[in-house]
């Protein structure tokens, strides 16, 4: 009898396939946990295939020092998301597999007994009563929901009326429509039938919220939570209860994507649209684009819920590749905000940067005991520190962007590199004392408030005020209670958030989102403005939302002001489509930095030659353009200087098999020195 | 480095609320009121002028204290108003009072 082979897969950057000896009778499965010699090391890993044909003779292979034998193996559907992830973009298998396996089960020197590890609670879920250890033997219990309005029904009706196996649906709701009810709904038919449902938010601030909904519905259900807050010991029982299908419902930010999931029956994506769903940094991917994929994969429902779509998606349920299900009203019978516009001018008077008719409106609904919030999408005190006398102005040493001046603890910080240095008591440059500030950011706005408001409870919420979860759930609760009546925020506090009582909402300023020039920074705004109005009114009394802008005359106010999303998710497409941007064209970055720019476009100029020598060498590469090197907007980050490259087809395959290729070059040329390099598929900024 | 000190008595006639910068310093600014008796080629002539003053830290928080219309003798510096504005700005170092003069009067 000949000598078996393992081929194993190790949670790590490069080369992270390796073979094994495996014993001839040892019972081998593809995804059973194994830890393996590496080097001097031993890491814990997974069988990826079995048998292969192997690279070395196996007389001179190791053997696998641990089997792992009472853990279950990783679910099937999960290896080929990672297989999946890895061969579309273009990043090794070992990185996503990190997202899989917990650190602290990684880091131990010796096998852990799985019965060792499932004692106690399963990830910090809101009851603590369920453990994951339970085994499930009755059905689990759910408690009534309210009863669905009409339109609630229809869509409800529609949502199920799919066909079995894979079927991707937009649940297209407007705020405050009853989409979690739905939500609700489709997670206890799921249950029913003996299967998990996984549902991702796109922030670790709305966990627990969702959480709560979810334990009270179907208390004994056994849920799950996952997200980066988790401790080591948190992380590792989830897994632990996870490979073994003994969590019902998992709920989790976009890296829980990467859960084992054995018994999977629906997958759930709120807020679809939102960025959060994209990691950037270390192995990227999209939740939302993977959570599609498993689906298909594993031949389950996936929704995707929002009431301002991304547009690729809207695409999709336009040309009928995805169901689209509308809510167009709110659950509550309470009509959807009145969205007002506000014209500002250069000379007209303003208190705390509120123009008076808003001030007045403020002051009227905080008498009348009522919520009101104001969204400034900018942290810190003032954006600018400048001095009058000489025109310097307070930059960030390592980045190309001015530093924010930060009054609660007296600091300049760069909100892109995290730099930070004490306020200077001079003008470094002519030493007159007298510096200004410019501009105004949510500490300003509290600040100024507070003067005038005191009594009436003012609450910031941005990431400087909560950064933690922990935190941000009191003021979430300080906020539900009503305690506080005035909020001033930033994007944090417009998503998916339900805070009874407010019935006001001002945008103090939102025109800069609409003279950038990113792709998507309309959509962005839009998205966000709709959002963040979507808080106002959502029980009892109407809301009411004012805008204050510069161009109450622009299109695009005149589609907020109606909330036709579809409309102007419609009219961007055509512009898009005109234009060739995606969704109508796929994109690729190749993205390069350096101490000096030169460096960067240097490469990036040899790189596109290199592409487009090789553009001829397949017929459908003909499809594929590469566009030109360009510095990046903001050029200077953390000391690096970046510059980009645009590739796009209108073909998908095509830009895969060539960005495959090119990458395979680009990886063979001499390392050039401090030059870093990567590339991006499907980026969010160009 | 090149001379540009000057002493002049002035009536405080506009103040800006006191302000202080990010790293706390306090900040004064305002409006003086300037008339005088001044000797020029050979004869006696009238000057009167108002102009604009600052004064930081200590001298700004002297400044903010006085009584409008107060009457004082500043010493200081010009500079200019804004970048590569032509207006200048008088930057007050020391400041006197004429309170008892101002009383005796009375």
Redesign the interface.
């Known amino acids: 009898m000949s000598e078996r082979v393992a081929r194993v897969l190790v949670p790590q950057a490069g080369k992270c396939l390796f073979d094994y000896r495996v014993p001839d009778m040892h019972p081998m499965y593809r995804g059973q946990l194994v830890r393996v010699p590496l080097g001097r090391r031993r890491v814990l890993g997974v069988v990826w295939a079995c048998d292969p044909e192997p690279e070395v003779p196996p007389e001179r292979l190791k053997p696998i020092a641990e089997w792992w034998d009472d853990w279950p193996p990783l679910d099937p559907v999960l290896l080929d998301q990672i297989a999946f992830a890895s061969d579309y973009y273009l990043n090794p298998l070992g990185e996503y597999l990190a997202f899989v396996l917990p650190p602290a089960l990684r880091r131990r020197k010796r096998q852990v007994a799985l019965a060792a590890v499932t004692d106690g609670a399963v990830g910090e879920h809101a009851t603590g009563e369920n453990t994951a250890s339970q085994r499930r033997s009755e059905p689990v219990v759910t408690t009534p929901g309210p009863r669905l309005t009409a339109a609630q029904a229809r869509a409800y009706a529609q949502l199920t009326a799919g066909p079995t196996g894979f079927d991707p649906v937009l649940l297209f709701g407007v705020t405050g429509s009853g989409k979690t009810e739905c939500y609700l709904r489709l997670i206890a038919e799921t249950l029913a039938a003996g299967r998990q449902a996984l549902v991702l938010v796109p922030e670790i601030g709305l966990v627990p919220q969702t959480t709560t909904r979810v334990v009270a519905r179907f208390p004994g259900a056994r849920i799950g939570v996952w997200h980066s807050d988790l401790n080591a010991r948190e992380r590792q029982r989830l897994f632990a209860a996870l490979v073994q299908g003994a969590v019902d419902c998992l709920i989790g930010t976009r890296s829980a994507i990467f859960a084992p999931m054995p018994r999977l029956g629906l997958i759930l994506v709120d807020e679809e649209h939102d960025a959060s769903y994209r990691q950037f940094e270390g192995a990227p991917y999209s939740a939302r684009d993977l959570a599609l994929w498993r689906g298909k994969a594993a031949q389950v429902r996936v929704v995707l819920g929002s009431a301002t779509p991304s547009l690729e998606r809207w695409w999709d349920s336009e040309r009928g590749r995805i169901r689209r299900v509308t809510l167009a009203e709110r659950a509550t019978g309470v009509p959807l905000p009145t969205i007002e516009l506000l014209p500002v001018t250069r000379e007209a008077p303003r208190t705390a940067g509120l123009v008076p008719k808003a001030w007045e409106a403020l002051k009227e609904t905080l008498a009348r005991g009522e919520q009101a919030l104001l969204f400034l999408n900018r942290r810190g005190?003032a954006p600018t520190?400048y001095c009058?006398?000489?025109?310097w102005v307070q930059e960030c040493r390592r980045c190309s962007v001015r530093m924010v001046?930060h009054?609660v603890d007296?600091r300049m910080r760069c909100h892109h590199c995290g730099w930070s240095i004490a306020?200077?008591?001079?003008c470094p440059t002519c030493g007159?004392?007298?510096?200004?500030?410019a501009g105004q950011g949510t500490q300003r706005l509290e600040a100024e408030l507070h003067a005038a408001f005191a009594d009436h409870g003012v609450v910031r919420i941005d990431r400087d005020a909560c950064q933690t979860a922990a935190a941000f759930a009191a003021l979430r609760k300080t906020v539900a209670r009503a305690d506080a009546k005035l909020l001033i925020g930033t994007q944090m506090i417009a998503k998916g958030h339900d805070f009874p009582a407010l019935s006001l909402v001002i945008v103090v300023g939102a025109d800069a989102g609409l003279l950038a020039a990113e792709t998507r920074a309309t959509e962005r705004l839009m998205q966000q403005l709709l959002q963040v109005a979507g808080r106002a009114g959502r029980r009892g009394q109407p809301g009411r939302v004012l805008v204050q802008t510069r161009y109450p005359d622009h299109p695009f106010f005149q589609q907020l002001v109606a909330h036709d999303y579809a409309a102007f998710a419609n009219t961007l497409l055509t512009e898009r489509k005109r234009l060739a941007l995606p969704p109508f064209v796929h994109q690729a970055l190749l993205r390069a930095d350096a101490s000096r720019l030169d460096v960067a476009v240097e490469f990036l100029a040899a790189a596109k030659a290199t592409g487009e020598a090789m553009l001829g060498q397949q017929a459908q590469w003909r499809a594929v353009r590469l566009l030109d090197v360009v510095p990046l907007r903001i050029v200077r980050l953390a000391g690096r200087e970046r510059a980009q490259l645009v590739v796009e087809s209108s073909n998908r395959a095509a830009l895969h098999t060539f960005l495959r290729a090119w990458r395979e070059r680009l990886l063979q040329w001499p390392q050039r020195q401090g030059l870093r390099w990567r590339l991006e598929v499907d980026p969010l900024d160009t | 480095m090149g001379a540009n000190r000057c002493r002049l008595t002035f009536d405080v006639t506009a103040r800006d609320a006191l302000r202080y910068?990010?790293?706390?310093?306090a900040?004064s600014e305002g409006e003086g009121w300037h008339r005088s008796m001044q000797c020029e080629v050979g004869r006696t002539r009238e000057v009167d002028f108002r102009f604009h003053w600052?004064a930081?830290?200590d001298v700004a928080t002297v400044m903010d204290a006085l009584p409008m219309g107060a009457e004082v003798t500043g010493e200081g510096f010009f500079?200019?108003?804004?970048?590569?504005g032509r207006q200048l700005q008088l930057h007050l170092t020391a400041v006197q009072w004429h309170q008892d003069e101002e009383r005796k009067a009375q």
């Open positions: 005190f520190l009058a006398h000489c025109g001046y009054r007296s306020v200077p008591e001079v007159n004392g007298g510096l200004s500030v | 910068t990010p790293a706390g310093l900040v600052v930081m830290g500079a200019a108003r804004r970048k590569g």
